[in-house]
């Protein structure tokens, strides 16, 4: 059987390599993984197995915000005063079996969201939605009794 992995994206060799060490440093292995996306441009991506704990978890998280959309954004061909430029972006969410899967979202769509959002604010709300459809509930949401938290 082979394990699920997690699977962190990146478009610089140094950012996946500092990102790579990062996890070296949380006594995680990794894999590095080179390939190309469909516009032709170089990706890496940092594999990592997906049984982690969740304070681990967490650091990685913010870690791979902190790089990916910090300095990878800075380094894109494009940017300008308005934001980074970008064909793709995606928020990684877990789902109730352990699996994690990568929520495309549009570039446009994603900074208008960042622009009123953060990140892990982001990650609970998408969580919620993949939770809702993967339990359905029904019934008014006035009477339900585990209504999402801030």
Known sequence: MENDQIEYLFFDLSLAQRFQSFCHD??????????????????????????????????????????????????IDGNDEDGALADACGVQVK???????????????MNKILSVLSIDELQQFLAQVAEDIEEPKTGPICSRRDLPTI
């Open 95 to 109: 789902l109730k079996s352990g699996i994690y899967t990568t929520v495309a979202i549009h570039p446009e769509i």
């Open 26 to 75: 949380l006594g995680l292995s990794t894999e590095l993984e080179a390939d190309e996306t469909h516009m032709g441009e170089s990706s890496y991506s940092v594999k990592l197995s997906d049984d982690i704990e969740e304070s681990i978890s967490e650091q990685l998280e913010a870690e791979y915000d902190d790089l990916l959309f910090g300095e990878q954004a800075a380094q």
